[in-house]
Nanobody, 126 residues
Framework: QVQLQESGPGLVKPSQTLSLTCTVSGGSITSNYYYWSWIRQSPGKGLEWMGAIAYSGSTYYKPSLKSRTSISRDTSKNQFTLQLGSVTPEDTAVYYC??????????????????WGQGTQVTVSS
């Protein structure tokens, strides 16, 4: 059974870059046809899909976040990473990594994902 675990700083200052890593165990991030997403939930709001990296290494981003988002991977460590630049307090959220198939691109519908990390709180504040 695949397991995902987010890690990274819990506090980031405004204008800095938020960097989170998702470590995957029990399955390879290069396994065919799986897509590895970053999703967040801000206080009082619903889940927001941010972007994904595919088994092939291709990346996909939410258009409104694309200019300041980068997702990469380290296959030797079976990890993938989110970088979100120029953060503001509005980027305060619980950040999740998750696994799904191609239909998960551009959606945070929980029913479409088969595995989630537990989530990590990130607060943007000076």
């Amino acid at each position: 059974q695949v397991q995902l675990q987010e890690s990274g700083p819990g506090l980031v200052k405004p204008s800095q870059t938020l960097s989170l890593t998702c470590t995957v165990s029990g399955g390879s991030i290069t396994s065919n046809y799986y897509y590895w997403s970053w999703i967040r939930q801000s206080p009082g709001k619903g889940l927001e899909w941010m972007g994904a990296i595919a088994y092939s290494g291709s990346t996909y981003y939410k258009p409104s976040l694309k200019s300041r988002t980068s997702i990469s991977r380290d296959t030797s460590k079976n990890q993938f990473t989110l970088q979100l630049g120029s953060v503001t307090p509005e980027d305060t959220a619980v950040y999740y990594c998750a696994r799904g198939r191609s239909e998960t691109i551009m959606t945070a519908d929980r029913n479409l994902y088969d595995s989630w990390g537990q989530g990590t709180q990130v607060t943007v504040s000076s």
